[in-house]
C-alpha cells in the first residue's frame, strides 16, 4: 500500500482535492476532521481536567480553548500530548482499515504536512495550488476572516512555492474539477509504480 501526503496553504483547493480522490475510491484519513471528532468526545475530559473550563457538554469549545493556548507555547505543548496519541490510534485504525480493504493507495490529508515534518512518513507528496490572488479570493469570500488574519496565516505556512519544491506531484486547482480529477487519475497511476519511502 502506497501512502499519499495531501498538503497544500489555506485556499489553494485541498479539501476539494481530497473529496475528489475520495470519489476515485481511495481511503482518505482528514486529520483535521479526526481532531474534530475526538474534540467532540475521547479527548474531552482529557482537555477539561488540563484546561478547566474549555469544554461545554462534553465537548471542547474550541474558540475558549484557542483563546486559552494560542499564546502559550506550554499550553500547546500540553495539548498536543493529550492529542497526538489518540490520533495516532486514529490513524492506525484508519490504515489496518485501508489493508484490510486491499486499498493500492490512501490519501493523508494533512494541512501542516511539511511543517510537522511528515513529509518523512508518507511515500509520496502532492501539494495543491493556485494563483495568490484566486487563493485570497477564495478565503475572504467565506467569509470567516479579514485579510490581515488571512495573512497572519499565510504567514505562518510554509511558503507555496517552497511546498511546490519538495512535492513528487502538484495539482492546479486554479482550472476546476474535470483538470484535477485527471491529474488525480494520472497520480494514481504513477504512484503504485514508485518505490516505498516513508521512513
Known sequence: MRILGLTGSIGMGKSTTAKLFAEA???????????????????????????????ANGKVDRPKLSARVVHDPAAIKQLEQIVHPMLGASRKKFFAD??????????????LLFETGGETRVDAVVVVTTSP????????????????????????QTPDAEKRRRADFVVDTSHGLEPVRAQIAHILADVVKMPQRRA
Open 25 to 55: 475510491g481511495v481511503p482518505v484519513y482528514d486529520a483535521d476532521a479526526a481532531v474534530h471528532q475526538l474534540y467532540e468526545g475521547e479527548a474531552a475530559p482529557a482537555i477539561e481536567a488540563a484546561f478547566p473550563g474549555t469544554t
Open 98 to 111: 485501508a489493508e484490510a480493504a486491499n486499498a493500492p493507495v490512501v490519501v493523508l490529508d494533512i494541512p
Open 133 to 156: 490572488e484566486l487563493q485570497r479570493e477564495r478565503v475572504l469570500a467565506r467569509g470567516t476572516m479579514d485579510e490581515a488574519k488571512l495573512d497572519a496565516i499565510i504567514a505562518k
